[in-house]
């Protein structure tokens, strides 16, 4: 007896274990590999940089080199996190996905079953032919297929958020992702201005800035014509260079920001779509107990109902990866969560 209750306390503990929600996940981002690497780096620039402040012999080319390691590794930093929120947040609404379409698909073959049924009993009564049973097989046959497809889905999806999250996960735990955490979009010149702190960005601006201070050091008491010129010639061609780099920058953040304002404009008429069906399907059920329609033409409303309702939170996954792919790409603050943001 002792020894069942022992074992039945233990699967109730596996099982609590295995329900998770959106914000827990969402805290495994600092710990992705690609985080952990970048939390290293900014430890080492930083202890890089504290020793070349405290080098008395330290030259001036060697402290903004250091202090530019030092910005570049918490930009990456920053981006590393930022990238595995959207990584754990595309494979959490993978799972919700594929589960939606394993209930769709489940309920698309009950319904065949039970269109099959009814084409045996009419045929057998003779209102239905040969033609009207086979077209009834082969759409069974269609949605046994349809429904094993979806079960390998699941499988897959769930596969793929145990990898991200490094922990076994039960799909039926999942919770829902609250309509709440989907973040404002933010301002176009918030975006632009976010940008300057994004690793590419700055690397290109690093290089601007060292090949300015090579022209500043040079000095004709030491340093010849020749080099001074080549120096001044190095730095206008950087120049050059920076200011078509800022403006590839400043177009892909505009281009992240519109697929976000269309991820978000999809996902209000899929909104309406999902409410529209929601009144259609009451209506039905009104029907249905008013005697005015069968349990079959019910349950295809029903399923109309979950169509819906999966290209409703199809849409809503793809809102969360634009607004996400626009924080990882641009950097731009995010209102809403801190986890949102990577943030422990």
Known sequence: MKRTAFVLSLLLLAAQAAALDFQEALGAAAARPGAISAQLERINAEA???????????????????????????????????EAVAEIT?????????????GLARLGHELAETGLE???????????????????????????AGLKT????????????????GREVAAGELEPVPDSWLPPL?????????????????????????????????DPAYASEAQIESARTRLEATEQLVGE????????????????ED??????????????????????????EGGLISTVEFRSSELELLQAR???????????????????????????????????
Not at 55 to 68: E, G, T, V
Not at 69 to 82: G, V, W, Y
């Open 90 to 102: 595309s494979a959490y609404f993978g799972v919700l996905l594929a589960e939606e379409q394993l």
């Open 186 to 218: 933010p301002a176009l010149d918030d975006v632009l201005a976010g940008i300057t702190g994004v690793p590419q960005f700055l690397e290109v601006e690093h290089g601007l800035e060292l090949a300015a201070m090579a022209v500043d050091l040079l």
């Open 310 to 344: 999966l290209g409703l939170l199809g849409a809503r996954s793809e809102a969360f990866a634009a607004v996400l792919e626009l924080s990882a790409e641009t950097l731009v603050p995010l209102a809403g969560p801190a986890e949102l943001r990577g943030a422990r």
């Open 118 to 144: 009814i084409a045996e009993i009419r045929l057998a009564n003779g209102s239905a032919t040969e033609l009207d049973l086979r077209d009834a097989r082969a759409s069974l046959d269609e949605a046994a």
């Open 245 to 260: 780099a800022r403006r590839g920058f400043r177009l892909q953040a505009r281009n992240l920001h519109l697929q976000a």
């Open 48 to 82: 890089d940089h504290l020793r070349t402040e405290g080098d008395p012999l330290a030259l001036r080319s060697d402290r903004l080199q250091a202090a530019q390691e030092l910005e570049l590794a918490e930009a990456a930093l920053e981006q590393a996190r930022r």
């Open 263 to 288: 991820a978000r404009a999809t996902l209000a008429v899929q909104e309406d779509v999902y409410a529209n069906a929601s009144e259609r399907h009451e209506f039905e059920r009104q029907r249905l």
């Open 150 to 165: 979806a079960e390998s889905g699941s499988r897959l999806a769930l596969s793929n958020l145990e990898g991200v999250l």
